[in-house]
């Protein structure tokens, strides 16, 4: 008898194996991970290509228990970073807790000592002004990492981020990414001419407003526009293209003067508004120049997928929900007992000179989340999506979250998927091979949760085929998480 490079007990008839269904994941890969790793050879099956050096960087949320219950959305959790350092055929990991102000206020308290996404350390709102010590807005990077010249930052949507040495893991100071009236989104995009980090953040104060800003890697920055709003909408990540900054606004929207007397978590100051539709504009990078706004029917989206310009017309691309119910079906305790969040799906807005108004166009019918494209399509017509989606099981039931590799082709509107019954796939991080031409001509990394097996692998990925070419054993489990970044050597 033949044995795969890893055998899996046999499914049952939901398609999951024993340990390793839906429930069984959300139980492991929402569990409070405490163990740190400083540089460990991993077991690895399977041939990892010759060509494929470099570290893949993660954040994600790690610990959501505190001495006292547990904070209120997967958002929240601590920050863990990992690293996967590929070379010469092998893998070794080291992961670390994040290490800024709030990290080590809650190593030194066993509680949050900032105020996160959705969890609030003064309950009320008494609370909060009986307290001479107001414990403001959190550094807690668990959403993505990104390079600024020489320094590595983990960012969230907060105007901190926090330096890392991406050899160590170890967190090297806090850095300013706006003032202290501003959220930035921890989607960034660069300007591979200037090295400038581009970033969207909601400037509050007086007269709030979008602005889209260059910051240089040496410090400074440039505001490249300004698009005043009266009641901004939340902002996860925007649109590039050569030309243009592309900021879409989805109805889930709140009220900047009340946000600081409000007492409640920052998301419980949103208010889902579908009556005034979504909104689009395009930001000339060069004059700053904003078109539109271009309207649009209500949804709700984390991310941008692509955008490319067309003779006059743009294209933006992303991910869309039909409303904001998705913020809600990430709250912790929803995600222990396994409840499947709604997954969004891939629609096309065509920007035209004469037009105001943007009917979007579904361009595939299979939902899926934590989009990736290859680098050199940034802003350029291109074909592939790859991203994460949920297996619904033979006999109808509710799938799981986070569990295939989806591979998306625009022009037919079909989708490939990987699958490993009773393992759960993280966001598919494309790397093209060097002297590769086609699109997909690379690998796709993506951290796999086991839980049977109380671990998690980096799998390695024919990006071509969604075919399996290695794996790299990690010790323990890791949580769930959001972004990463490759970083060749
Ligand atoms: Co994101």
New binding site residues.
């Given amino acids: 008898m033949s044995t795969t490079p890893h055998a899996h007990p046999a499914p049952s008839p939901t398609g999951y194996p024993v340990g390793g269904t839906p429930r069984d994941a959300a139980d492991v890969g929402f569990r409070d991970l405490t163990d740190e790793l400083t540089d460990v050879g991993l077991e690895l099956t399977g041939t990892i290509p010759a060509w494929l050096s470099g570290s893949l960087l993660r954040t994600g949320p790690a610990r959501w228990d505190l001495t006292e219950g547990s904070v209120n959305h997967w958002f929240d959790g601590l920050a863990m970073l990992h690293r996967f350092a590929i070379a010469d055929g092998g893998v070794r990991y080291a992961n670390q807790l994040l290490r800024g102000k709030a990290g080590r206020a809650y190593e030194q308290t066993g509680r949050i000592g900032y105020r996160e996404f959705a969890t609030d350390p003064c309950r009320t709102r008494f609370q909060r002004i009986a307290s001479l010590f107001d414990p403001g807005l959190t550094d807690n990077g668990a959403?993505?990492v990104g390079r600024l010249g020489e320094r590595w930052l983990a960012m969230t949507e907060t105007p901190l981020a926090v330096v890392f040495d991406p050899e160590t893991l170890d967190s090297l100071g806090v850095e300013r990414r706006a003032g202290k009236l501003s959220l930035p989104n921890?989607?960034p995009h660069y300007d591979h001419a200037t090295g400038d980090m581009l970033d969207l953040r909601i400037a509050m104060g007086p007269r709030p407003r979008y602005e889209v800003v260059a910051r240089h890697p040496a410090g400074g920055e440039r505001v490249i526009a300004k698009i005043p709003v009266r009641r901004p909408g939340y902002q996860?990540?925007f649109g590039l293209t050569g030309r243009y900054a592309i900021v879409t606004e989805s109805p889930l929207v709140f009220d900047p003067k009340r946000l600081a007397v409000s007492g409640r978590p920052f998301i419980e100051n949103f208010r889902w508004r579908p009556e005034q539709g979504s909104r689009l504009w395009a930001i000339d990078r060069a004059s700053g120049d904003v078109r539109g706004p271009w309207t649009a029917p209500a949804m709700f989206c984390?991310?941008h997928v692509n955008a490319f310009e067309d003779g006059d017309a743009l294209t933006v691309d992303l991910l869309a929900y039909d409303d904001a119910s998705v913020v809600q079906a990430l709250a912790i305790d929803r995600l222990r007992e396994a409840a499947t969040p709604p997954v969004p799906t891939l629609r096309r807005y065509v920007l035209t000179a004469g037009s105001t108004a943007v009917e979007p166009r579904q361009l595939a019918a299979t939902p899926f989340e934590l989009p990736r494209i290859n680098g050199r399509h940034q802003g350029r017509p291109y074909n592939v999506v790859f991203g994460t989606g949920s297996h619904h099981g033979e006999d109808g039931a509710a799938g799981g979250f986070l569990e295939t590799v989806t591979k998306t082709t625009i022009d037919d509107g079909r989708t490939a998927v990987w699958r490993d019954p009773g393992a759960f796939a993280g966001e598919p991080i494309f790397v093209r091979r060097p002297d590769g031409a086609d699109e997909d001509d690379g690998v796709l990394l993506t951290v796999v949760l086991e839980p049977a097996r109380e671990s998690s692998s980096l799998v390695v990925l024919d990006a071509r085929d969604l075919g399996e070419l290695a794996r790299a054993r990690v010790p323990h489990p890791i949580p769930f998480g959001?972004?990463g970044q490759f970083a060749r050597a």
């Fill in positions: 959403v993505n921890a989607h996860h990540s984390f991310h959001f972004h």
